[in-house]
Nanobody, 127 residues
Framework: QVQLVESGGGLVQPGGSLRLSCAAS????????MGWFRQAPGKEREFVGT???????RYADSVKGRFTISRDNAKNTVYLQMNSLKPEDTAVYYC?????????????????????WGQGTQVTVSS
């Protein structure tokens, strides 16, 4: 059974940094695209970024240059490094896995493309 568990959320001041982790189990992690999404209160879930099985990444314009996704296949973990955080980054952050075979440069940016989701971790950016 596939399980994804996020951690690392919390309260941070504007301009600060956080690193989220997502530990995966029940799958051959290195084969699949992983994605990060977020959902703020009263808003729809939105794409943050994705990393393919080959390590290629793509980001939403709103986080480009501030957020970085990486993966450690030996640890079955994907990370979201968030720098220069803004109050508008406040949301519940989710990781997800796309279990379909993809080319190394296919970027899954729609939530409908992902098969399993973590429970989410709250990130609050406030002074």
């Amino acid at each position: 059974q596939v399980q994804l568990v996020e951690s690392g959320g919390g309260l941070v001041q504007p301009g600060g940094s956080l690193r989220l982790s997502c530990a995966a189990s029940g799958l051959t992690f290195s084969r699949y695209t992983m994605g990060w999404f977020r959902q703020a209160p009263g808003k729809e879930r939105e794409f943050v970024g994705t990393i393919t099985w080959s390590g290629s990444t793509r980001y939403a314009d709103s986080v480009k240059g501030r957020f970085t996704i990486s993966r450690d296949n030996a640890k079955n973990t994907v990370y979201l490094q968030m720098n220069s955080l803004k109050p508008e980054d406040t949301a519940v952050y989710y990781c997800a896995v796309d279990l379909k075979y993809r080319g190394s440069y296919y970027y899954a940016t729609g939530s409908y493309e992902y098969d399993y989701w973590g429970q989410g971790t709250q990130v609050t950016v406030s002074s």
